[in-house]
């Protein structure tokens, strides 16, 4: 390209050299580098700003590592799944097809652990910054959430964030936080902590990681997906959470196969089964990945009364949503069937189609 074409470029269009330089850029590569994602583009069925995002992630990749990641995100090019979501597949993608890269920079990273309280001030206001292994962040969270807990079972009136704040100050002085945890009253003496069993006193806590066994003829990319955090290599998860934690293997089998029953409250093997089959709100085009703390949803409605054995609530009747979409579905005149557990089929109220399945969302009855 000559240096200079960039500044005709962008002055016929209206923006920057440097704007323009850009979207050459990423043409290029979409062309020469990610073929499955500019035959999408030629066939006007992608997002602009998604196919750019793949070729900006993808430029320091070889060719043959962009071949990877092309082949894996082609199919969600098209919007059919939340900006947010889209950024963690193409991340995934890119770390299984660049594992050693994506091994050393966990280690690079790992290096720079720190807590310290930030420089600035604001009206006697000061923050403390921690960066850490999210096991030690997720322990951390635990614990403090748990002391602020026992302060409102105490009768602390405040808001759960001043509470949380009032716990910091107590895990400051560990005989204090002893001394709330096992029950003494603060005049007492501090408690001998050598008989203590901390297993007792200190929440439990659960990290929920995602592994892809891998056959002889699918093996694993070598990915795992960690709940509230992201992808991190299964290297990661071996040497730094495996060696630290009680890890529980639980294979995902026969999802489907959870008996029904016949009670409005839903069963926690539902949730867990549900979960898993279906990660993210089933809204059309809903953003959240935070299933498990969003309300379960009955895709038929459930009937108080009905015939024992009609298993209302059952793998297939379910879908998790946020409170919002939960009140749209029941007051907003919206319409949903579920005609095979884990895929969704939307109506809103003036006749348009969705259909939401494990890769997104998709308007029905569209032109091609």
Same mark, same amino acid.
């Given at each position: 390209m000559a240096e200079f074409a960039s500044a005709d470029l962008g002055a016929r269009l209206g923006v920057s050299p440097w704007s323009a330089h850009s979207l050459m850029a990423d043409a290029l590569d979409l062309v020469i580098r990610l073929p499955r994602l500019w035959a999408r583009v030629e066939?006007?069925?992608v997002k602009a700003s998604y196919a750019r995002y793949v070729a900006r992630r993808t430029r320091d990749l070889t060719?043959?590592?962009?071949?990877?990641?092309?082949?894996r995100v082609v199919e969600s090019v098209d919007g059919r799944i939340p900006w947010s979501r889209f950024e963690e597949l193409v991340a995934a993608a890119i770390l299984a097809a660049d594992r050693w890269s994506a091994m050393r920079r966990e280690d690079e990273e790992g290096a720079r652990q720190f807590a310290s309280p930030t420089r600035s001030t604001e009206n006697g206001m000061r923050g403390f910054h921690i960066r850490a292994p999210f096991a030690v962040i997720a322990r951390l969270d635990a614990t403090v959430q748990h002391l602020a807990d026992v302060l409102a079972a105490q009768g602390d009136t405040d808001e759960n964030d001043h509470r949380r704040v009032k716990a910091i100050l107590i895990l400051a002085n560990p005989a204090a936080a002893v001394?709330?945890?096992?029950?003494h009253p603060s005049d007492d003496s501090p408690a001998e902590t050598q008989d203590l069993d901390w297993s007792k006193l200190l929440p439990a806590v659960t990290i929920l990681v995602h592994m892809y066994l891998g056959t002889a003829g699918a093996p694993s990319e070598g990915v795992a997906r960690?709940?509230?955090?992201?992808?991190?290599?299964?290297?990661?998860?071996?040497?730094?959470?495996?060696?630290?934690?009680k890890v529980t293997v639980k294979p995902v089998l026969d999802l489907e196969g959870q008996a029904p029953v016949d009670s409005y409250e839903i069963p926690?093997?539902?949730?867990?089964?549900?979960?898993?089959?279906t990660p993210a709100d089933t809204f059309p085009f809903a953003s959240s990945l935070d299933p498990r703390h969003q309300q379960i949803d009955h895709t038929e409605e !459930?009937? @108080?009364?009905?015939?024992?054995?009609?298993?209302?609530?059952?793998? #297939? +009747? !379910?879908? @998790?949503?946020?409170?919002?979409?939960?009140?749209?579905?029941?007051? #907003? +005149?919206w319409d949903v069937q579920q005609p095979y557990p884990g895929i969704f089929i939307?109506?809103?109220p003036h006749g348009a189609h969705y259909l939401v399945d494990h890769t997104g969302t998709r308007r029905l009855g569209l032109a091609a």
């Open positions: 066939a006007l069925e060719v043959e590592q962009a071949a990877h990641v092309d082949e001394q709330l945890l096992v029950g960690v709940e509230g955090v992201g992808a991190v290599t299964e290297d990661y998860v071996r040497r730094h959470l495996s060696p630290a934690a926690d093997r539902h949730r867990q089964a549900v979960h898993l089959m !459930y009937h @108080p009364g009905a015939d024992t054995g009609a298993g209302q609530s059952r793998i #297939g +009747n !379910y879908g @998790p949503m946020t409170t919002f979409h939960h009140r749209i579905k029941t007051h #907003g +005149n939307w109506r809103d």
